[in-house]
């Protein structure tokens, strides 16, 4: 259940907003309007009044509501109008009357709108005009005169719809914490449906602001950016001709009255803001020093490996700031995938959006590495269309956004457990989508039956408990080709293999084939080690251990919903 505060001022504010609630909606969506219950049971009702124009009754319960406002006069507050609808979820079964008139008492209560058995509280009316939903429509002066107590409103609601969806039985969502994005308007939304969009130009131009956020490396280069994409950038300056701020619009995008429509960066999102950007900009600038050049889909995936590492032994601040790394490299790789992944990995950005948000300041300072990569992976049109780096980075995606998962549960961050969820769903569409074709290129060039049996044997010494699935899988012949590669550019496989595991195990592995595919691939293009760096890693390998711990469940029942991080 969803409600959603909305404030209104002017003098025909009241009257605008009954007539708009016993008006047939933008789009002919109301039918029968009528109140389900009122600040005294009484309010004419224009709905249900059939021998009299239900014009004057409109007027008549305007006049009504707003009889508090204007005995002040002067002294009434600019503000007069507290507008909350009140929407089921799809899945709710249809509520009665009787039923939507309890959740309006309880709701205005709860706002301190109305507290209970207070017969001097704000006038309100709650109208229904269709199955899955209500508008509670109040002004904000007291019967005594006085202006209602309200403080946190919004939060208050929301903790009372929680408790509404538990004693009805309705779907329960999650509490939030007061850092998600701002949501649509119901007019945007209306807007879109009828220029045939599938999102609102808030949220496209959202999209597009983070895109180029990830993508910069400076300011200058973000509004560059930002224009290159197709955006209308309106900077904000001061008396000192300093940039303070910016809007953004797409071209043609007008409202009624034929003016443009801009939204500020901070009203797209709280992290959308110019300061925050900056910072952002400033915190992951590139390294001082120059380093030695290497495949940069390798060091992406290697950032990204390191991912669960940080989630299972770093600070909240270090793993805040890996997050939203993440949620950058997310961003940007739709402009690198095939058209069969673009859909699904757009969607996967789009709502791990929400699980980089939380009240724990990021240190973005340690996520630096993963951020210039998926940049350079763009800057290097030939690496932008390596589709076995982009499987490989999906890879270990899936196992961080599942460990982000986990964190999230244990910091009772609800919303944002909920969108990690949902971000692995399409991850894995967009990597079933990526990998399959990348592995049969591979299996294509599988070696002989012998070479195969030897590269068994090796199998099965190094992963005795996961030969026996390996060997059978059919991605197999795939693992066998990196195998044939890595041993012709002159790796030890004992010592590859060793390597391929010391850093993870496949215990947690969703396809232990696939996942060593992976590892043997990035591993295998590396530079090949002297004999005398082989037998040292050899040396080593057998002291090392090789499990990274898993975050420990709280309960047996948590325990079922651990990251067993699984991977494709």
Known sequence: MIPKIILGKGERATRRLIGYLYGPGSANVHTDPHLVASWNGFAPDPGRSPHRNPRDVEGQLTAQLDQPVKVLGDKAPATTVWHCPVRAAPEDPILTDAQWADIARRIVAAAGIAPEDDEEACRWVAVRHADDHIHIAATLVRQDG??????????????????????????????????????????????????????????????????????????????????????????????????????????????????????SGSTLAGDLSLPKIRHRLTATGPEPITVRPTDPWHQATAATERIPDHVTHGDDRIVQGQLVALGGALDLLPLTAPAAARVALERAAAVFERAT?????????????LRRSVQTILRTPAAARDSAGLAMLLDAALIAVAFARHWHRTHQHAQQEAAAQQTLVHLRTAHAHIAVPVLDGLAHRTPGVQTRQRYARHLQQAVPEHAERILQDPAWDALATVLADAEAAGHNLGNLLDRALGHRTLDDARNPTRTLTWRIHRLGQRHTPGPRAQAAMARSATRLPTTTPHPPAATPAAAQQQPHVRRR
């Not at 004693?167 to 509490?175: A, E, S």
């Not at 948000?357 to 590495?369: C, M, N, P, Q």
């Open 146 to 263: 006085r202006r209602p107590r309200r403080d946190h409103d919004i939060r208050a609601v929301q903790r009372e719809a929680r408790k509404i969806e538990a004693d009805l039985g309705l779907r329960r969502l999650n509490p939030g914490d007061g850092t998600a994005a701002k949501r649509p308007t119901s007019k945007e939304h209306f807007k879109a449906k009828r220029q045939g969009q599938d999102i609102t130009t808030r949220e496209m131009l959202r999209r597009r602001v983070r895109r180029a956020v990830a993508a910069a490396s400076s300011e200058t280069e973000f509004f560059a950016l930002l224009e290159a994409t197709g955006v209308d950038v309106r900077p904000k300056t001061g008396p000192s001709g300093d940039i303070l701020g910016y809007s953004v619009a797409l071209p043609g995008d007008l409202n009624k009255e034929g003016k443009r429509v801009w939204f």
């Open 357 to 369: 948000r939380s009240r724990i300041t990021a240190d973005l300072d340690s996520a630096h590495v």
